[in-house]
C-alpha cells in the first residue's frame, strides 16, 4: 500500500514537474501548459518569453509569475507581443491575469457590476484581459491592463499565452506589473436632435432649421451633437442625385460654422457627390471649423441602390478632444459588422445618423461592443421603431428626445469600466473570444 501511495507521488510530482518548470534566468517567470500533453516548447534569451509551437494544432502554453497585491490597489500590465505565423494573436497571445486570496483561490468579485444587474449573487473574479494598440512596423504589439484588484486578493497571477496556432513562434518582453493610479474620469457630453425638417425644398432651407437645435446643445455644453440622416433630402420630391453636395460644400460648411461658433462636434447626415458617384454619408464637423471627417454608408437598402447610390467601403474613425468616433448610417445598423468594425479600430463612441431602425438592433449594437451610441432619427415614438436617443455601453438609454424639436443629452464616462456578472470587463474581452472565421469560411468568400 505505502509503494503504491509512494508511486503515485512519484507519478503526481512527475506531471507536474512536466506542465511547469522555472527558468533560473526567468526572472521568477514559470513555463507552463494547461496539460502535459499540449506543451509547447518554452525558451528565455535575454528578457525575452518565447513560446514555440510545432506542427500540431491545439497547443497551449504560458509564461506565468505570481505578484504580491493588496486589495482595492490599481495595478497595471504591460508588455511587447511578437507573433509569428498566427492568423489570430488576439486570441493565441493574450495577457490575463486571475485575482487569488491568502487560501490560494480564486477570490469573490466584489467590485460594482453595472447598475440594474446587481443580484445577491456573489461571482468569483473572472479572468482579467490586457488590452492591445496597433502593432508597429517591425511587428510588436503593446498590450496594457489597468485593474482594481478586489478587497480579498493577495496575489495577481499574470499570463503571457501562447496557444491554438501550429507552427508559431510567440515572443513576449519588456514585461512590466506595477501599482498604477485610478483612472481620471474621461467625462464627454453626448447630445442628439430629433426634428423632421418638413418645410422647405431646397438645402439651405433644411439646414438652417437645425441651428437653433445645435445652439441649444451649445447652452447645454454638449460635445457632440448628432443630427439626422440626409437632412437636406428630408420631405423633398427630389432624387438623391439632384440635390448631393460635394463635400466640403455648402451644407458641410454651414454646419462647421456652427460648429466652430458653438465649440461642439456636429455629425450631420448629407447626400454627398463625388464626381458621378453619389453616397449617403455621415459628415463630422470640429469646433475648429473643420471637417473632420466623413463616412460613407457601407449597407444600402433597395431605395438607395435603385435610386444611383454608391456603397462605402472604408471605417474610418476620428480622433477628437474627448475621446475615438465612429460614424454609421441607418440600414448600417442592422448589421453587426459595421459596429463591430468601427470598435476594431478604436471607436468609443458612435454618431448614428439614422431614419428608422429596430431600437432593439441599436441596443444590440452598443451592447455587443461596449459602445456608446448616439442616434438621431425622424421616427415618432409612438411607431414603437426608432428612438432618437444616447444608449451607454450595456445597451441602455441614458438620455432621450421624445417630443419633435427637442435636444436629448447625457454626460457618461469614457473611462468607466463596465463590469457584467461572471464576465467582468467584458469590453476588454471581445478582441481575445470573438469568434475565429477563417479566410475560407468567411461570408464574402463565400459564393452567391
Known sequence: MRCACFLLCLVLNTIAAFASEVEPSAGGWIASASRPEVRPS???????????????????????????VQGGTWYQVEALRRVTGSEWPQQSAPITLQWIGADGQRVVDDRPLVSGYLTKYKPLAPLEYAVEGPPTADGWTHLTGHWQAPSTATKAVVQLHGRWAPRTTFE?????????????PRKVRLATVHYQPRSGRLPEEKRVQFAPFIAEAGKLKADLVVL??????YGTD?????????VPGPSSDYFAALARQ????????????????????????TPEGNIGGKYRKVALPDSEASAGVV???EYPVFQTR????????????????????????????IAW?????NPDLARARAAENHVYLVSSTYEDVSSHWMLTAVWDQTGQLAAQAKDWGTVAIAEVDLNATTRWRSLGDFKSKISHHVPMIPARDRFDSLPH
Not at 42 to 58: E, L, S, Y
Not at 172 to 184: D, G, H, L, S, Y
Not at 353 to 357: E, L, M, R, S, T
Open 353 to 357: 445618423p439614422v431614419w428608422g431602425c
Open 262 to 285: 458653438h465649440n461642439l462636434y456636429i455629425v450631420a447626415g448629407l447626400f454627398e457627390r463625388d464626381a458621378h458617384k453619389v453616397y449617403n454619408v455621415a459628415v463630422l464637423l
Open 238 to 246: 427630389l432624387k438623391p442625385a439632384e440635390l448631393a453636395e460635394p
Open 322 to 349: 474627448f475621446g475615438t468616433l465612429g460614424m454609421m448610417v441607418c440600414y448600417d445598423g442592422f448589421f453587426p459588422e459595421v459596429a463591430r468594425e468601427l470598435v476594431k479600430r478604436g471607436a468609443e463612441v
Open 228 to 233: 439626422p440622416e440626409t437632412l437636406t433630402y
Open 42 to 68: 518554452f525558451r528565455h534569451n535575454a528578457g525575452t518569453f518565447v513560446i514555440q509551437t510545432d506542427q500540431r494544432d491545439g497547443l497551449d502554453g504560458f509564461w506565468e509569475r505570481s505578484f504580491d
Open 311 to 313: 456603397p462605402g467601403q
Open 172 to 184: 513576449w518582453k519588456a514585461v512590466r506589473f506595477e501599482k498604477a493610479e485610478a483612472p481620471r
